[in-house]
């Protein structure tokens, strides 16, 4: 696939970031189906720092937010891309911002959690061999998580 037509950059977001987290995930529900989780990522997202690409027409194409869990660990807490958008580049700059984002605030370690590999589904089949193709390794498993 190509990239996007008028690729931008990640931007730090400042206002309606759960709006945007809300309008991202509604387009994701294989993986955000559950209103309940959504509604957690919405409101968590509102205070979260937040990073986005937009489309050549300004049109969220993807997101990501950050949670500090220690000084030296920062958290993927969420991130989505847009179905028609996924495989172009959007969502390795997003990590790779995160990590300069952490990094500038001190954190040694960019983190994400996702389901694990004992789970079959497809959808997190995917989602597993991005976070490994951008460098992401499976440290710990939580099997009653």
């Given at each position: 696939m190509k990239p996007?037509?008028?690729?931008?950059?990640?931007v730090p977001v400042l206002d309606g970031r759960g709006a945007l987290c809300r309008e991202v995930l509604a387009s994701l529900p294989a993986w955000f189906g559950i209103p309940e989780a959504v509604e957690a990522y919405v409101a968590a997202a509102e205070g979260l720092p937040m990073l986005a690409c937009f489309d050549s027409a300004g049109r969220a194409a993807g997101f990501l937010s950050l949670k500090a869990n220690t000084a030296a660990a920062t958290e993927v807490h969420v991130m989505g891309v847009k179905p028609g958008?996924?495989?172009?580049?959007i969502g390795r700059v997003l990590i790779e911002a995160a990590a300069r984002l952490a990094a500038a605030e001190g954190a040694r370690f960019l983190t994400v959690k996702t389901l694990s590999s004992a789970n079959s589904d497809p959808n997190y089949a995917a989602t597993r061999a991005f976070y490994e193709a951008v460098g992401f390794l499976p440290i710990e498993e939580l099997p009653t998580l």
């Open positions: 996007l037509s008028d690729p931008r950059a990640p958008l996924r495989r172009r580049g």
